[in-house]
Every structure is written in C-alpha cells, then in structure tokens.
C-alpha cells in the first residue's frame, strides 16, 4: 500500500494497493492481506459486528486476500467470513486463504483424538472433552461449572467416544506430582512440603470407577440406542520395565505407577464389556509406544502448559486410526 496513514494524510486521500500473482499461474491478489484469526480466537473475545465491518473496510480499501482456517475458532472463523461475504456486493473480489491441518478441539488444543476421527469419519463433531475431568463430571456436570457434558447426547446420535478413568484414580496427577517435586522451583518445594506421596495400589477406589463407569456406558445407551459406543483406554506411558529421564521417576515410583496404568486399563475394559460398548485397547496397542520410545504415543515430564503424561500428536492420531478401523465394516 502507498502512503502512510496519518494525522497529515487528507480523509479523502486515494489508497492505491499492489497486486501480485502468486506463482506463475495462480490468482492475483492484493499484496496486503488481512489475517481474521483474532475475529475467533487466541487474542480474548471479538465482536461479531465490529469483525465484519472490518472485513467490508479491508475490501472497500482494495483489500483482496482474506486469511482463516478451520482451527481458528474451531470453525467460528470460516462461518464468520462466509456470513459477511454472504452479505457483500464484493463477494466475487475477494480471494480466500485457507489454512488446515491443524487439527483443533475446544477441550484439548491441538492435541485431542476427536477431531481426527471425525474428519476421517466425515462426522460433525461434538467435543466434550475437558482436562482434568472424572467420571461423574460426564454424567452430572461440575466441573469448572460446567453442565453434565452427556448432554449433548441425544436420539440421532450415531457414535459417542469415550476416554475417561485416568483423573478418578489419580493416575496422570500423581506421575506430575512425583516428577515435579524433584524441581528445585517453587512448585518443586511446596510439593515436597505438602504431599506425602503417591497412594498405593489398594488406596486407589477402582470399584467406584468401575460402578461409575459401567453406569454412565448404560445412561448412554439409553440416551442414544442407535449408537455405536467406544471406549479407548488410555495410551500406555510406562514402560514394561525400568524407567527413563523423560518420566522423571525413579524405579520405584514408575513400578507404583505401571501398576495404576495397568490396573486402569483392566478395569475400563471390563466397564467396557458390561456397559456394551466397543473397545479400543489402546493401553495394548501403544505398549511399544510408551514415553520412553523412540516413537511415543504419550509425553513424559515437562511444563504443565505442555499437558505432561497426556498422548503426542501421534498419540491422538494413533487413537482416531483405532477407532475407524474398529468400527469401519470389513
């Protein structure tokens, strides 16, 4: 674009935008293009109105090539641009740019399972999920104020997927906590002082999982009976034996913990089978997946920003492949 804006500039004054081909043979769009992103997501909220007269200023001003993709917003961001371009004369000027890829769910970031097996499957997605979130959250809600996340279920459900356990018996909280109290940060220290440590095996409730669990698998069933339902257990973390420098656990502390890991997945299996759903035994298939692979399904310690202990990108991608293989007809 020619010509700062400025206090000196005259109102009136004529912006004359560049244009340039992109490649040898593709459209020819403004040089400056306008990036929609912080319409949806990442920068705090947006007005929904002020977002479109952006859009109708970038174009009035010559403006050509408009930046989305379907992960900003998890989807806000296309239905957005196709709403104010639905309402423009200058719909035909204008040229789309659309990332994707990335893919993107409300609860995990970009790590989740469930947007890759509902772009596989070709499904509109629902997405529940939310960290840190036990069994009884998904059937009554409470956590972070949240409604029962069942509640999306309904009669034309046809597929419902659940992975869940792991936060009722302390499993992932507890490999962070023995793993961060070995930090010389502040974090480290108070963990030190206040926590004794991880329980063991028997002070862990598994039947009270198992009740809830094979529950809340029959409240789905009768919520959507024309769905088909998969339980995924968790992706194994643990090596068979030994530990590694990626888990930050000591010998004992990961033998305690590989003993949780396995118990977990019995006890979802078996829920599984009363409840009638499918299973995807992740825990077995990602036994050679483990943290400390060369090819891990799951993250060992890090940052609690980084969801330490929680599944890699290959990980969720792994998960999604399971499941359309489980239930896509042979």
Partial sequence: ???????????????????????????????????????????????????????????????TLLDTGDFYGVGHNESLLGRALAQSSRREQAIVSLKFGALRDPGSGFGGYPPRLARALNLTLVDMTCSGSV???????????????????????????????????????????????????????????????????????????????TSLLHTIRTRSPAATVVVATYPT???????????????AEAALMRQVESKLATVTRKAARNGGAKIVDMNALGAKHHACSKSPWTKGWGPIAGSPFHPTLAGAQATADAITAAITPR
């Fill in 1 to 63: 674009m020619h010509g700062a804006v400025n206090g000196d500039r005259h109102p009136d004054a004529e912006i004359i935008m560049q244009h340039r081909r992109l490649g040898q043979t593709g459209p020819v769009t403004s040089s400056l293009g306008l990036g929609l992103m912080g319409m949806s997501d990442f920068y705090g909220s947006a007005d929904e109105g002020e977002s479109i007269a952006t859009i109708y200023a970038a174009l009035d001003a010559g403006v």
């Fill in 135 to 213: 069994t009884r959250h998904v059937l009554t809600g409470g956590q972070f104020f949240q409604d029962a996340q069942i509640r999306t279920l309904g009669p034309n459900t046809r597929l419902v997927t659940l992975t869940v356990g792991g936060n009722d018996v302390g499993f992932v909280r507890d490999l962070y906590l023995s793993a961060a109290r070995k930090s010389d940060s502040v974090t480290g220290t108070l963990i030190r002082q206040f926590w004794s440590g991880p329980p063991e095996i028997d002070q862990r409730n598994y039947a009270k999982l198992e009740s809830e669990l």
């Fill in 237 to 251: 973390v643990l090596p068979a034996h030994g530990t590694c420098p990626q888990l930050r656990l000591s010998n």
